[in-house]
């Protein structure tokens, strides 16, 4: 079946820093979802990317889709404490399915 | 702004019994799903439903889970004999739309199985 890579699991950066996950899926996804969960919390949509080498913007935040729509990736330009938390790519597989596979999420601390 | 609630927050239940996890998704969604994260993993799809009916459903939805929209409200999913494995947050979801649609996630209930 579709899995769904995320690396690194953790990231522990000083605020201020940068920050980027990166998300492989082993099958071409229709597209592809992003997720932050805060520490006890539920899982919040930030964004989705439907098309090949899509960029999309958010504030600080910085999403791409590849244009082999198999790998993603989210950067976070100058953290904040406000955005730790566990980020998750979640990919749609499209053809008929629409089953969310999630990635092992990457866990991020900021440290003040 | 209207948000997918669950109750109740956290359940222990003894091995063997059977449970309910209860969900209210946003009103005006047609799509709900329900997930379960075991503690420090990833987030896994079991279930997702349409129009009175499974639409899809993995490998962990076995034969002894099932949904139910009892009423226009409520999205239950039970679990007939809990095994301690079923231990883990199970978090209720809704939709809009199917496709290319954020899906909103409830805050979940926990599931503690001894």
């Known amino acids: 079946g579709q899995q769904v890579m995320q690396i690194p699991q953790y990231q522990h950066v000083q605020e201020g820093e940068d920050f980027t996950t990166y998300c492989n899926s082993s099958t071409t996804l229709s597209n592809i979802q992003w997720y932050k969960q805060r520490p006890g919390g539920h899982p919040v949509f930030l964004i989705q990317l439907v098309k090949s080498g899509e960029v999309k913007k958010q504030k600080r935040l910085t999403f791409q889709f590849g244009e082999a729509k198999k790998n993603s990736s989210l950067h976070i330009t100058a953290t904040q404490t406000t955005d730790v938390g566990t980020y998750f790519c979640a990919g749609l597989p499209g053809a008929g399915s629409y089953q969310l596979t999630f990635g092992k999420g990457t866990k991020l601390s900021v440290i003040p | 702004e209207p948000e997918v609630t669950q109750t109740p927050s956290h359940q222990v239940t003894q091995m063997g019994q059977e449970v309910i996890l209860r969900c209210v998704p946003i009103?005006?969604?047609?799509?709900f799903y329900w997930y379960r994260q075991i503690l420090g993993q990833k987030v896994e799809f079991l279930v997702s439903?349409?129009?009175?009916?499974?639409?899809?459903k993995s490998e962990i939805f076995d034969d002894q889970f099932s949904v139910e929209r009892p009423d226009g409200s409520n999205f239950t999913l039970k679990i007939r004999s809990t095994k301690l494995e079923d231990s883990a947050m199970y978090f209720c979801?809704?939709?809009?739309?199917?496709?290319?649609?954020?899906?909103?996630f409830g805050p979940g209930t926990r599931l503690t199985v001894l």
């Open positions: 979801a809704s939709s809009e739309l199917k496709t290319y649609n954020e899906q909103f």
């Open positions: 439903f349409y129009n009175n009916e499974i639409s899809e």
């Open positions: 009103s005006n969604h047609l799509y």
